[in-house]
């Protein structure tokens, strides 16, 4: 089952508090995403506007908060990007080390971890050979 406000009478997005807490994960988020070596290059060409818009829509999605999104999917959004499976896995551990260092409760990042699982393939189009 897909954690959405659907499926969860009350989103872990309010549970953690809702678009403050959430603006918060993004900049620390951000934070380690660009200072990163191996990710920052796929956000060299994408203004910086833009990069903390895709962070934030990025925790909503996991945390199953409102959906707000109406741009490209996630496969067409990312094809493009070669995105390989172990830049794809870096990223899960900066946003899964963001919720820790922000007291976010265990199971909550649990299930965002299996989010993360369920939209793999979606964003992850090149093999890490
Ligand atoms: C759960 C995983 C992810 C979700 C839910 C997600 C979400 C999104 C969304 C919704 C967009 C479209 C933004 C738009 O068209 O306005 C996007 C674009 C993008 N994503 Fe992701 N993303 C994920 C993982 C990643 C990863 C792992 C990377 C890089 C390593 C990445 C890099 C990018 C870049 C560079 C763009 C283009 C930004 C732009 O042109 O504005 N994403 N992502």
New binding site residues.
């Given amino acids: 089952m897909t954690v959405t406000s659907e499926t969860t009478p009350i989103s872990h997005y309010e549970r953690i508090g809702g678009a403050a807490a959430v603006k918060a994960a993004v900049e620390l988020f951000y934070d380690k995403?660009l200072a990163d070596p191996d990710?920052a290059g796929?956000?060299a060409d994408?203004d910086m506007v833009?990069?903390r818009?895709?962070l934030a829509?990025?925790l909503a999605?996991?945390l199953g908060g409102p959906n707000e999104?109406a741009?490209?999917g996630?496969a067409e959004?990312?094809q493009s990007?070669s995105?390989t499976g172990g830049?794809?896995a870096?990223?899960?551990e900066h946003l899964t080390a963001t919720l820790v260092e922000l007291g976010v409760p265990a199971d909550v990042i649990a299930d965002v971890q299996v989010?993360?699982g369920q939209?793999?393939e979606q964003?992850v189009s090149a093999g890490d050979a």
């Fill in positions: 995403v990710l796929y956000f994408v833009e990069q818009r895709h829509l990025m999605v996991v999104y741009g490209r996630l959004a990312h990007l995105i830049h794809y870096k990223v899960g989010v993360l939209v793999r964003v």
